[in-house]
């Protein structure tokens, strides 16, 4: 039974860019939430996105852009890099129905910004 | 808003001693708590929760107690491994209501043998 899955492991990118990311979420699950995580900082919710649709949003700009598609699977969007947004990207997946099951993380994508 | 605080680390021990990690909330509501663990370059592992006042929650030799009169979800081990080092979160979220987690800063636990 394969976790959530994020890629790439690894990015970096100029200030000024664009980036994608993407997840796949756990078997069974409908739900897939993204997280920053700054260096030595606990994560951050970015947003979460369920049946398609962006449910929840945490205090990101709108440079922070996502997308489910109808397999569950998600990206994140980023415009307009900053130097702040190095972080590890955290995807998380859980299953909404039957009262909200706890999250599984993927191993995080990390974006380097120079 | 809601709010999780956790005691700063590093935290570094000798195996076989006793860990215990702190951690307070700020909550509205009656969130749901948990504590996550992250490996060197992996993501986070939920390690136990707890989704009512007075629950115990545990696994692999961890546990840590729904404590509502204090605003605590403390962490404990009684006995520390080299494989327990990691970073520890302690985190909430009210799960009835689908809202996202919120993540102290986390601790830095090192066990040497």
């Known amino acids: 039974d394969a976790g959530v899955t994020q890629s790439p492991t690894h990015l970096i990118k100029t200030r000024g860019q664009q980036v994608t990311l993407r997840c796949s979420p756990k078997s069974g699950h409908d739900t897939v939430s993204w997280y920053q995580q700054a260096l030595g900082q606990g994560p951050q919710f970015i947003f979460q996105y369920y049946e398609e649709e962006e449910r929840q949003r945490g205090n990101f700009p709108d440079r922070f852009s996502g997308h489910q598609f109808p397999n569950y699977s998600s990206e994140l969007n980023v415009n307009a890099l900053l130097l702040g947004d190095s972080a590890l990207y955290l995807c998380?997946?859980?299953?909404?129905?039957?009262?909200?099951?706890?999250?599984?993380f993927g191993n995080g994508t990390r974006l380097t910004v120079t | 808003g809601d709010s999780v605080t956790q005691m700063e680390g590093p935290v570094t021990l000798s195996e076989e001693a006793f860990l215990t990690i702190n951690c307070t909330y700020t909550a509205t509501g009656y969130p749901s708590l948990f504590w996550y663990v992250q490996y060197p370059g992996e993501g986070l592992q939920l390690l136990l929760k707890a989704t009512k006042a007075d629950d115990k929650g545990s696994n692999k030799g961890f546990e840590a107690t729904y404590r509502k009169e204090t605003t605590s979800f403390h962490l404990e081990k009684g006995s520390v491994q080299v494989s327990d080092s990691a970073v520890y979160f302690c985190a909430l979220s009210d799960l009835q209501a689908g809202t996202a987690l919120i993540f102290g800063k986390g601790t830095t636990l090192s066990v040497s043998s």
């Open positions: 998380a997946s859980n299953l909404i129905m039957g009262g909200n099951s706890p999250l599984h």
